[in-house]
């Protein structure tokens, strides 16, 4: 797709007071003309004019709208971006991607993390994150977790493969818990021991006291470090 706006500079400063904000040089090529984004942790605008760092006359500020092209929090960003018939897609998406590179500053910075929806990814990180990972978010309406350069999971993400051996871990335990429990099953526990096979190998583990209590602790921490 042919592109129309092009970064040519970014600035991170701090206006006072540990507010950060980005300043990004965009150049649009079918105006011929180099534009603004202005954005911080609220939201992002679009300038005919760095109104942050640049010389402006004495007076810029009594006639500040009028450098103005839109100002957007962040969610309206987000709505525009779904919408049908979106503002400018090429531009928002650009917004998003700055917005990523300001996080980059701000939380190596401010040593921290962000929460971001699945809808406010950029395109560049969506292709780093499994579909089962993103669908899990989106149905449990949980937030990722990045610093600018990655993607996280959420804390509470538990991937379909270790539910999986979580599940089975857990039945292994009652079902393991039932055989001592009974006294006759018990008894042939210790007589056969416990048979395991994995695809063509199979081995036999002597089975006494000892060997429950070990795998009962040993599967217990396996289900806490999950």
């Known amino acids: 797709m042919k592109k129309n ?16 904000v980005s300043i990004f040089s965009v150049f649009d090529k ?4 180099t534009r ?4 911080n942790e609220e939201g992002a605008n679009y300038q005919t004019a760095d109104t942050v760092s640049a010389d402006l006359q004495d007076n810029w500020e009594d006639d500040y709208d009028s450098f103005i092209l839109w100002d957007y929090t962040w969610d309206a960003i987000t709505e525009q971006r ?8 090429e531009l928002i998406e650009l917004v998003i991607d700055c917005r990523f590179e300001y ?44 610093n600018g350069y990655v993607v996280s999971p959420s804390e509470y993400y538990v991937p379909a493969d270790v539910e999986k051996d979580r599940k089975a ?8 818990n039932d055989m001592v429990c009974d006294t006759e099953r018990r008894e042939s526990l210790y007589e056969e021991g416990i048979h395991i096979k994995l695809g063509d190998h199979s ?6 006291a000892d060997t429950y209590a070990s795998l009962e602790g040993l599967l217990k921490v396996a289900l806490e470090d999950e």
């Open 203 to 208: 081995v036999t583990i002597p089975f006494h």
């Open 36 to 39: 603004f984004i202005i954005l």
């Open 5 to 20: 706006y092009f970064v040519t500079d970014h600035q991170y400063i701090n206006t006072g007071g540990n507010c950060m």
């Open 30 to 33: 079918q105006q011929n003309v």
């Open 103 to 146: 996080l980059k500053k701000d939380c190596k910075y401010f040593n921290t993390t962000v929460n971001v929806t699945y809808d406010e990814l950029p395109q560049r990180l969506l292709s780093t994150i499994s579909p089962e990972c993103i669908a899990w978010h989106i149905e449990n309406e949980q937030f990722f977790i990045t």
């Open 169 to 176: 871990t857990t039945e292994f335990m009652s079902w393991l």
């Open 82 to 89: 779904l919408a049908i018939y979106p503002l400018d897609k």
